[in-house]
């Protein structure tokens, strides 16, 4: 599915159309991936929660402070520069 989301599929994938789950047919990609989607994947509700989720969820929101943090640092492609040219190349052969 991910392929077909960000247009690297191979020309042999074709899904034509989906049932939905009112009988209609889908009628173009978008509205197939969006069905899968749906069908797929659940909704995050904070109200369905166990109480081990809730406190994961309370964990995340509190920010991060230890003696040890380090300060945050942005990745820069010419700290790894030969590593970064070939994936380049690889991106560009397509």
């Known amino acids: 599915m991910y392929k077909l989301a ?3 599929r191979r020309n042999n994938t074709q899904i034509t ?3 939905k ?5 889908t009628e173009d ?7 899968m989607l749906e069908h797929f994947t ?9 109480d081990h989720h809730k406190l994961a969820r309370a964990q995340a929101r509190e920010p991060a402070d230890t003696a040890d943090d380090r300060d945050f640092t942005v990745w820069k492609p010419e700290m790894y520069s030969q590593t970064w040219i070939k994936i380049q190349r690889r991106v560009k052969k397509g």
């Open 6 to 8: 960000v247009g690297k």
């Open 17 to 19: 159309t989906l049932r």
């Open 21 to 25: 789950n009112d009988g209609s047919l």
């Open 29 to 35: 990609l978008r509205e197939n991936l969006q069905l």
């Open 42 to 50: 659940t909704e995050d509700k904070e109200e369905d929660d166990a």
